[in-house]
């Protein structure tokens, strides 16, 4: 039913009997059952009925305990009968309305529950934070005189001294009380601030027992201290922890009257842990849970005093928690309590803006007094503390260093006797001032020695007061004093922030407050003489200091940086480009450094590095700079601090030192004597950053011999100037520097003559005494390196010699070559051989071996196997039964063992290779498509291994233009690389060489697989190709020309060229002879032509060559003659006749077909 209904209307009367609904009956908690009829229940809506309701059940929303919420009117089924279930449910439906309207109520009373508690919170905070200056100033004007009074009193009867006694116990224990409802409010306000900073938990831990084993000692318990120190520090704010530690330790004393107590500290995973225990009344299991609660206290639990706020263990817990830590209690009654508090380690759990790394003083503060004297109370009469040895020291006016005056600054009159009494009873003269502005007046007018103020004054408050002074210059140093009755590290902050010396929160003792003031006076002389006190000690260095600004002016410099570089304070600022800088335009590298290294120093704001600087006389000296960023305290600008220190002995001894080592190791590098000169060369070019650096050796040829760091250099091709003046530096002393405009030159000893040096330095850089010594020292040096050199160059040649002499033949078949290569160092013979041998029909044998060790030993036992090799094959041309008679014969020549030999039998005619390894490297061989394969057929174990057993052998037959290589492992072992790897390498050098004539091809291989310092093995190559080239000298006879052609065509046939290709050759060939017999020696007979052919992969090469003369052919005399050379055209591809007085050779090329 919609709002304004007549059966719905806004409210009922109960008294009223008209009403559309029985309010009277619902009043009383009745269900009633009203027909729906008349007008008020005209027009009811039917639903999905075709007819309205004819009845409605009206079910009060009943609520305990007073009278019902309303009432809840139910429509029914016109169709359905009013039963007990259907009574049922509506009532149901009404008690759920009912129900929700209860809770919806409760919360809403809640909430202003809620709000009316947070309401009262915050008044209490308003009102302690405001109660605070009210409670602190009479607490300091208590226990101010009553110290005064203990002091003066010293002689008084017991009773007075006893009740002073008790006024400052009272005192004491009031302002704890105070200090801790203002902690909770400010905890509960969110203003506790904290300063965390990294201790050693553990010995300020045990610090703060200390102070507590008076007390337990004279209460007859054990005090146990565990604390051993923690290999990690505690981010902890020194007076909230103070307050932990010393509520738990009287705790512990208050409840404990027989047994121990004991305090604990340990390191437990991330946690440092730290434990207080005791042996006292314990705790019911059912208090435990409201152990920390605020201002609850356990009934009836037997104690040392009844006293109490019930605060101390919750702001215990409060004060834990802003550590990021947790604290936790266990007890069982009547067996004591353990209280366990875990702190993690590191700050990462604190707030970055509350973590300081400056580490306090380490010592317990004020705080604990009122908890030792509090704790000393519950003790009895006798055990308790004499109160004469807590009384106040007053300072004598003789302790201080000179007299000194004090203002005063302060609202309150009494407050202000009362500083007046204390400062002058010390001796000090004291000014007043009854507000801020006044204070500043005064200091204006007479700038005292120190100012001790209070923060809340009229006018002008104390914080505003420090800014005033600070911000002028006259007042700035003078150091201020503030009082404050806030308490908290926000207000110390607070004062520190705004530029006071110190912070001093009422009510304080007299003795503290005199401390303070000594303190700060004393800071205050010592600021005074600052200035002077720097100047002296900066002075007093030994090495240079200054100062630059941001800009990189010099500002200030001591007296060693006068006597340094010979400038001096009165020329301040030495603006950049600094005038010690090396000239930029006589020497400009030094310059371009000393820039630089500067421009590096003063950006990164600290560092150190070695510069050259110029003096003021024009000497040049080294210096060691160190820089470090600084900012001025008073304007707060930023400066660079830097000192110079003369290294300039030590500088060139060490560029001595490393270039001598420099040159050391690369003469002892170098493998032959221009190789040393070359990289001697390099060395000084790198040393002095030269142009070039030439040397010319003055030997017996025509001219010198040139060695440059610029390889395309030479004698001719040098100025000529400059070669004149190498030349003139031969009439020079040995090892004397010659400077000139551009360089300088030096004449040395070199094995084959006077060797002259010239280092072209261009205009970068002047060449000082300093480089001349350096240059005489280095010429020296190199000349006996050159000497070494050219000694170890003979004995390479004698090594070599003497291998070469041993391994021999001195002719070799055709188409073999082969390379000895002893060990780079030592150059001495080794155990490495080659052989071939001439065996019937035409074969050759084919050896080469590798003896175990170097020297004379294994050229000794190579030379004995060289020899019984070649006579066991000439007896028997099988390479197996060879080697197994000369495992027999290596048995017994010491040092054979293990001798690795590769032989084979070679037909040179078919390229048949029969052979056998005993041990060997594979052999290699190469066809003309490119492809490769190793020789691994017939391998066995080395020499005199094992002599019983046969050994076996592989064939192979050699292409038509194949490569044949064999070699000793030294030519391809190497450290470090698999040996596979090695032979892949030669294999890659003979394929890229199948095109060059097989000497030169040896050539390749020992260049290109020789390692950047040599051999450190000595190597033996053979390399065969397949056939070798034909070379034939026979008489220049015309009956020569048959069996000429009948062995060329034989040669040919083994080259495995097509027949049309041989038939070219041969005719081109027989042109040659022909021409050669006929023109060459027609008048000369006797003399002999020569023919040489040679098959490469592709090319054939055929030359033929007389020692006559041509006679030019004459066409116009027979017409059928003449035409040879044309035909030799026609049929090879490339034709060269080359005619000299000593004869005439026809060179001819031809491509073979593939």
């Known amino acids: 039913i919609s709002a304004g209904h007549p059966a719905a209307p806004a409210s009922l009367a109960p008294g009223d009997p008209g009403g559309v609904w029985p309010a009277a009956a619902l009043a009383r908690g009745e269900s009633v059952l009203v027909p729906l009829e008349g007008a008020p229940f005209a027009d009811l809506p039917s639903g999905e009925w075709p007819d309205p309701p004819a009845q409605a059940l009206v079910v009060p929303l009943l609520q305990q305990a007073s009278a019902p919420y309303g009432f809840l009117v139910a429509a029914l089924n016109r169709y359905r009968p009013l039963d007990d ?46 109660i605070s200056h009210e409670f602190r100033t009479p607490l300091t004007l208590i226990m101010g005189p009553v110290e005064e009074l203990r002091g003066r009193l010293q002689d008084a009867d017991a009773e007075v001294r006893e009740e002073l006694e008790a006024i400052r116990r009272n005192g004491l224990r009031l302002g704890k009380l105070v200090n801790t409802l203002l902690d909770f409010s400010r905890l509960e306000a969110g203003r506790m601030q904290a300063r965390y900073e990294p201790v050693d938990l553990a010995a300020v831990t045990a610090e703060l027992a200390s102070l507590f084993r008076s007390a337990i000692d004279k209460a007859g318990l054990e005090f146990h201290v565990d604390c051993p120190p923690l290999d990690e520090r505690v981010y902890i704010d020194r007076g909230m922890w103070e307050k932990v530690v010393l509520n738990l330790l009287s705790n512990a004393l208050k409840f404990t009257f027989e047994g121990s107590i004991g305090v604990a500290v340990r390191r437990e995973g991330a946690h440092a842990t730290v434990t207080v225990t005791d042996t006292g009344v314990g705790i019911p299991a059912e208090e435990v849970p409201r152990l920390f609660e605020r201002f609850h206290r356990i009934e009836n639990a037997r104690s040392r005093s009844n006293e109490g706020s019930g605060i101390g263990l919750a702001l215990v817990q409060e004060l834990v928690a802003l550590h990021g830590g947790a604290i936790a209690a266990d007890s069982a009654e009547g067996e004591g309590t353990r209280f366990t508090i875990r702190l993690p380690f590191g700050s990462a759990h604190l707030p970055a803006e509350a973590i300081t790394t400056a580490a306090g003083t380490g010592a317990a503060s004020a705080t604990a007094a009122p908890y030792v004297q509090e704790a000393l109370r519950w003790l009895p009469a006798d055990t308790a503390a004499d109160p004469a040895e807590d009384a106040v020291e007053m300072p004598s006016h003789g302790a201080l260093a000179a007299p000194a005056r004090v203002l005063v ?78 308490a908290g590290q926000e207000a110390s902050i607070e004062g520190l922030q705004a530029g006071a010396d110190d912070y001093l929160v009422k009510p304080f003792a007299a003795a503290e407050l005199l401390a303070r003031v000594r303190a700060n006076m004393e800071m205050a002389r010592l600021r005074h003489h600052q200035a002077r006190w720097r100047t002296a000690l900066v002075d007093s260095l030994q090495e240079a200091f200054f100062v630059c600004d941001e800009n990189g002016a010099v500002v200030d410099i001591n007296s060693g940086f006068t006597d340094m570089l010979g400038y001096g304070p009165e020329n301040l600022p030495y603006l950049p480009v600094h005038p010690w800088w090396p000239d930029a335009g006589t020497d400009p590298e030094a310059h371009r450094q000393a820039a630089d290294a500067f421009a590096g120093l003063l950006g990164d704001g600290q560092g150190s590095c070695t510069i050259p600087l110029t003096h003021r006389d024009g000497h040049r000296l080294w210096v060691s700079a160190t820089v470090n960023r600084a900012q001025d305290p008073d304007t707060g600008r930023r400066v660079v601090v830097g000192t110079f220190r003369d290294v300039t002995a030590e500088h060139y001894a060490i560029q001595r030192e490393s270039a001598l080592a420099s040159l050391s190791t690369c003469l002892s590098r170098a493998a032959s004597l221009p190789e040393a000169l070359a990289g001697a060369l390099r060395e000084l070019r790198d040393l002095w950053r030269a142009r070039s650096v030439v040397a010319a050796v003055f030997g017996h040829g025509a001219e010198p011999t040139l060695t440059a760091t610029d390889p395309a250099l030479d004698w001719r091709r040098l100025p000529a100037e400059r070669r004149e003046s190498l030349t003139e530096l031969r009439q020079r002393p040995l090892l004397t520097p010659v400077a000139g405009p551009t360089g300088v030159g030096v004449l040395l000893e070199h094995p084959d003559g006077p060797l002259a040096l010239f280092v072209d330095l261009g205009d970068h850089r002047p060449f000082t005494g300093e480089d001349q010594l350096l240059l005489s020292l280095l010429a020296s040096h190199l000349a006996q390196g050159l000497a070494r050199a050219h000694q170890i160059d003979q004995q390479r040649e004698t090594a070599i010699a003497l291998q070469r002499a041993i391994l021999g033949p001195s002719r070799l078949p055709d188409g073999f070559a082969v390379r000895y290569e002893p060990a780079t160092r030592p150059l001495e013979v080794g155990g490495d051989w080659y052989d071939t041998v001439a065996l019937p029909g035409g074969r050759i044998g084919i050896v080469v071996g590798d003896c175990v060790g170097r020297g004379v030993q294994a050229a000794a036992v190579m030379g004995q196997l060289r020899s019984a090799c070649r006579a066991l094959l000439l007896q028997d041309e099988s390479p197996a039964r060879t080697l197994m008679a000369l495992d027999q014969f ?120 020789a390692p950047a310092d040599g051999f450190d093995d000595d190597v033996a190559l053979l ?61 000369s007979p006797g003399e002999t032509v020569r023919l040489r052919a040679e098959a490469f992969v592709d090319v054939l090469r055929l030359t033929v060559a007389d020692t006559g003369r041509w006679k030019s052919p004459q066409p116009e005399a027979n017409p059928h003659r003449g035409r040879g050379v044309a035909l030799m055209r026609a049929l090879m591809q490339q034709v060269t006749i080359t005619p000299s007085p000593y004869g005439t050779t026809v060179d001819m090329h031809t491509r073979i077909a593939r």
């Not at 279930?85 to 009532?91: A, L, Q």
């Not at 407050?415 to 204070?439: F, H, I, N």
């Not at 002074?469 to 009755?485: F, M, Y």
Request: proline share 6%; with cysteine; hydrophobic share 40%.
């Open 409 to 486: 600054a302060d609202d309150n009159a009494d407050m202000r006797e009362y500083l007046v009494r204390l400062l002058k009873g010390a001796g000090y003269q004291v000014d007043t001032a009854s507000d801020g502005r006044q204070a500043l007046d005064a200091i204006r007018a007479d700038v005292p020695d120190l100012v001790v103020s209070d923060v809340m004054m009229p006018r002008l408050d104390g914080l505003s007061l420090v800014g005033a002074l600070r911000a002028e210059p006259r007042t700035a140093a003078v150091p201020v004093l503030l009082l404050s009755a806030r």
């Open 890 to 1009: 290596a048995a017994g020549v010491p040092g054979a063992v293990c001798t690795t030999v590769f032989c084979g039998v070679l037909d040179p005619d078919t390229g048949h290779l029969t052979y056998s390894s005993a041990g060997h490297p594979p052999g290699i061989l190469t066809h003309p498509d490119g492809t490769t394969h190793l020789l691994e057929d017939g391998r066995s174990v080395p020499l005199a291994v094992r002599r019983t057993r046969p050994r076996p052998e592989g064939e192979t037959t050699i292409p038509a233009r194949g490569t044949l290589m064999l070699y000793t492992d030294g030519l391809v072992e190497r450290r470090r690389r698999p040996l596979d790897v090695g032979i892949g390498l030669a294999s890659q050098v003979v394929q890229d060489g199948r095109e060059v004539a097989v000497n030169d091809l040896a050539a390749q291989v020992m260049t290109r697989l």
């Open 1023 to 1083: 390399l065969y190709r397949h056939p070798a080239p034909l070379e034939m000298t026979f008489p220049a006879e015309s009956s020569q020309l048959a069996p000429v052609r009948k062995a060329l065509r034989t040669w040919l046939a083994q080259c495995d060229l097509p027949a049309q290709m041989i038939q070219n050759i041969l005719v081109a060939a027989g042109e040659a002879c022909a021409n050669a017999i006929e023109h060459g020696h027609r008048h």
């Open 85 to 130: 279930g259907y009574r049922g449910f509506v009532e149901l439906a009404a008690g759920h309305v009912a129900a929700g309207i209860a809770s919806a109520r409760s919360y809403q009373a809640q909430q202003r529950r809620a709000e009316e508690l947070a309401e009262l919170d915050r008044a209490k905070t308003v009102f302690f934070s405001n």
